[in-house]
């Protein structure tokens, strides 16, 4: 079945940029999301991307797709606390059948 | 514009017991999807309703079980609660020809079972 790998752990400092890969498998998705998740509360859309992309730019936020090597990056510019949070990749191959595919999960952990 | 919502938002149930989330979504959107998001487990796919119809289900047993009103709004169903069931279990919902066919989430409700 479909797969979505993440890293489980990622440290910078404030006001670096965080740089969150994920990797997945299905050849067919269409689409990729962003997904942010705050201690005790839902997920929240950050950003999606189409398969036919390979750059968008929204803000503090850039995701990159290189669809050939199945690689998904999202990279948050000058970092802040507020960011502090597990970040979700998820893809979807359309026709809804299957729901989204997530990855575990990035936690995200910011330092003064 | 109000977003997804989920009640009740915490719940406590022992083993055995059965429980019932809801869920309503955007307003006008006619797709509910839920899904469970258990330690360690990541997020898994549980069922798909769309038009007041079980369009799709993930893999879990069939005491996981739900259905959706004409509204849109939807229920979730859990029968013979087992401790490995609880986790925190979201909704999203989304409308077919949605642009890129987001999907958007409730808060969620956090099942724990003792």
């Known amino acids: 079945g479909e797969d979505v790998e993440q890293s489980l752990f990622l440290s910078v400092r404030e006001g670096d940029s965080s740089v969150i890969n994920c990797t997945y498998t299905?050849?067919?998705?269409?689409?990729l999301y962003w997904y942010k998740q705050e201690p005790g509360a839902g997920l929240q859309l950050l950003t999606y991307?189409?398969?036919?992309?390979d750059m968008k730019q929204d803000q503090r936020l850039t995701v990159l797709l290189n669809k050939k090597d199945k690689h998904l990056s999202l990279r948050i510019a000058d970092t802040q606390t507020g960011d502090s949070a597990i970040y979700f990749c998820a893809e979807y191959s359309g026709g809804g059948a299957d729901g989204l595919t997530f990855g575990k999960g990035t936690h995200l952990i910011i330092q003064p | 514009e109000a977003g997804v919502t989920q009640s009740p938002t915490h719940l406590i149930k022992t083993r055995g017991q059965q429980v019932t989330l809801r869920c309503s979504p955007i307003?006008?959107?006619?797709?509910v999807y839920w899904y469970q998001q258990a330690l360690g487990l990541g997020l898994q796919f549980l069922l798909w309703?769309?038009?007041?119809?079980?369009?799709n289900r993930g893999n879990f047993p069939p005491r996981f079980s739900g259905r959706q009103f004409p509204n849109y709004s939807s229920e979730l169903n859990v029968n013979a609660l087992e401790l490995e069931d609880s986790a925190l279990y979201l909704c999203a919902s989304t409308k077919e020809g949605l642009a890129e066919e987001t999907q958007y989430f409730g808060p969620g409700t956090r099942l724990l079972v003792l």
């Open positions: 991307i189409f398969s036919n992309m």
């Open positions: 309703y769309d038009e007041g119809e079980e369009r």
């Open positions: 299905d050849s067919s998705s269409t689409y």
């Open positions: 307003s006008g959107h006619t797709s």
